[in-house]
């Protein structure tokens, strides 16, 4: 079945340093990669999203690159600041999916001042 | 604009009990899904409903239901509880146009203990 695998499980840098997290899905019809972070007590936030038609996309400290071939995609952050520290989750979807996400495991990041 | 907002916050209730959880989506849009997250099996997609008609629906047993009202507004139902229903269940939102992916706007959830 549809999977996302999501490497590491834990992360700690210190601040500054910059934090990469990588996703492996499983449905080579997968299209859509949104990211999502987890704060303690609160829902998943959507912070960046990738189409399959795009290779990389940036928004500030954050970028996501996309490789279709080998189905992988990943998260990186630079100049990470304490204020990052959460859990962070990949997903994907395809067409037709409506609100439908596979979910990685989550990776817990800590930034250490 | 106001977020999704779920509740009730916390509950707690016995095994066999039923319980009805309430979402209500962020104005405007029509979709909303329900997603289960447990440490151990992660976030796992209950079903999705658009247009007071379910749209998509993952494996969960048939325990699991849920509502979509003409205003959005969704409840989710858990009929006959058992321990490993304990967990955080979360609500999401988006405009719903349907075909193409869309952003999930999340609520803060509701936490379920069975005990």
């Known amino acids: 079945g549809e999977n996302v695998e999501q490497h590491p499980s834990t992360l700690s840098v210190q601040e500054g340093d910059s934090a990469v997290i990588k996703c492996t899905y499983s449905d080579s019809a997968s299209n859509y990669f949104p990211w999502y972070k987890q704060e303690l007590g609160k829902g998943p936030q959507l912070i960046i999203d990738?189409?399959?038609?795009?290779g990389e996309k940036k928004d500030q400290r954050i970028a996501v690159t996309l490789n279709k071939t080998a189905k992988h995609f990943s998260l990186h952050i630079t100049e990470t600041q304490p204020e990052d520290s959460a859990v962070y989750f990949c997903?994907?979807?395809?067409?037709?999916?409506?609100?439908?996400?596979?979910f990685g495991q989550g990776t817990e990041l800590s930034v250490k001042p | 604009k106001a977020g999704v907002t779920q509740t009730p916050r916390y509950l707690i209730k016995t095994r066999g009990q039923q319980v009805t959880l309430s979402c209500s989506p962020i104005s405007g849009h029509r979709s909303v899904s329900w997603y289960q997250q447990t440490p151990g099996q992660g976030l796992q997609f209950l079903f999705e409903?658009?247009?007071?008609?379910q749209r998509n629906k993952g494996n969960f047993p048939g325990r699991f239901s849920g509502r979509q009202f003409s205003n959005s507004r969704s409840e989710m139902n858990v009929s006959t509880l058992e321990l490993g229903d304990s967990a955080l269940y979360l609500c999401a939102s988006s405009w719903g146009t349907g075909g193409f992916n869309e952003k999930l706007f999340f609520g803060s959830g509701t936490q379920l203990s069975v005990l």
């Open positions: 409903y658009f247009s007071e008609t």
């Open positions: 997903a994907a979807s395809r067409d037709n999916q409506g609100g439908k996400l596979i």
């Open positions: 990738i189409r399959s038609n795009v």
